[in-house]
């Protein structure tokens, strides 16, 4: 029987380094390939890969790897903030907006902007996530989960209908009525996200 994620995590901690490669190998085309759609350039996705597993070498080193959700969404994760780190070095002025519907509807996720060097800008973002996270408690899990998957875990709307089973019509209906029913959320607690 084949090990499992977790399996091979705890065998790496424990010092048995194949395992480790074993885990790089299950997983390194799903997370090269999420690189590259989000940057569109080979070269710089696998200097990002790379930077990637050298990040999860260490966390997992470090113990630091949270068994919450699966490996290769917190792989991603780990991805995502390293493309971020790359774009706000080039461009200071990096804001994170969610434009799926045609007309420009308000949008609380376009409160969270990408952290400056600024530690106040930092206390304040990590504020604004944190209501946000509490809000989320509030819709239905469907609601929940595809929220958590666009917004946290930066995943594309097509990535979210594979990794949930629906078409990405279903699933743009969901971060729809999410988004909605965050803002009467917002409304009824008196919750306001600024900064």
Not at 96 to 102: A, I, L, M, P, Y
Request: glycine share 2%.
């Amino acid at each position: 029987m084949k090990p499992t994620d977790s399996n091979l995590i705890t065998l790496y901690q424990t010092g048995n380094e194949e395992a480790l490669s074993t885990l790089i190998y299950r997983h390194q085309r799903d997370l090269f390939t999420f690189i590259l759609y989000k940057i569109n350039d080979e070269d710089l996705a696998n200097d990002i890969f790379q930077d990637t597993f050298m990040k999860i070498i260490v966390m997992l080193k470090e113990g630091r790897y949270n068994e919450e959700g699966k490996f290769i969404l917190w792989a991603k994760r780990i991805a995502q903030n390293l493309i971020i780190d790359h774009f706000r070095a080039k461009s200071k002025n990096v804001k994170v907006s969610e434009t799926t519907f045609d007309n420009d509807e308000f949008s609380i996720f376009d409160l969270i902007r990408e952290p400056s060097e600024n530690i106040e800008d930092q206390l304040v973002s990590l504020q604004i996530q944190e209501d946000l996270i509490k809000m989320l408690q509030f819709l239905p899990e469907n609601q929940q989960e595809v929220i958590k998957l666009r917004f946290f875990d930066g995943l594309s709307f097509k990535e979210i209908a594979e990794h949930t089973n629906m078409s990405i019509n279903t699933t743009l209906g969901r971060v729809r009525y999410a988004l909605i029913n965050l803002r009467k959320i917002m409304e009824e607690k008196n919750i306001i996200l600024t900064r």
